[in-house]
Nanobody
Framework: QVQLAESGGGFVQAGGSLRLSCGASGSISNIGAMGWHRQAPGKQREFVAF???????TYADSVKGRFTHSRDGAKNTVYLQMNSLKREDTAVYYC?????????WGQGTQVTVSS
């Protein structure tokens, strides 16, 4: 089992920045990729970014150039630096960790961007 704990969400004006963190505990040696998804009100959960165990990172087109995803293997933590935030980035952001057999999710952290 893997447990994930997110932090860093909040309220910010458009154009501002936030940094989300996600710490993993439990069977962390089994974790391959870690990443973020988000879900806005009335919409389906969508992919934001992920980073593999070899630090290869992939981003959704909607956040490229604005968000930076990084991984600290020593701390079993991933970070999502979000810059130039837009109203459409408002959502609950969920951390995810993938093993060979399962995908684990955090509880989510709310990000609200006002105009």
């Amino acid at each position: 089992q893997v447990q994930l704990a997110e932090s860093g969400g909040g309220f910010v004006q458009a154009g501002g920045s936030l940094r989300l963190s996600c710490g993993a505990s439990g069977s962390i040696s089994n974790i391959g990729a870690m990443g973020w998804h988000r879900q806005a009100p009335g919409k389906q959960r969508e992919f934001v970014a992920f980073v593999t165990s070899s630090a290869a990172t992939t981003y959704a087109d909607s956040v490229k150039g604005r968000f930076t995803h990084s991984r600290d293997g020593a701390k079993n933590t991933v970070y999502l630096q979000m810059n130039s935030l837009k109203r459409e980035d408002t959502a609950v952001y969920y951390c995810a960790a993938q093993t060979m057999t399962n995908t684990y999710w955090g509880q989510g952290t709310q990000v609200t961007v006002s105009s």
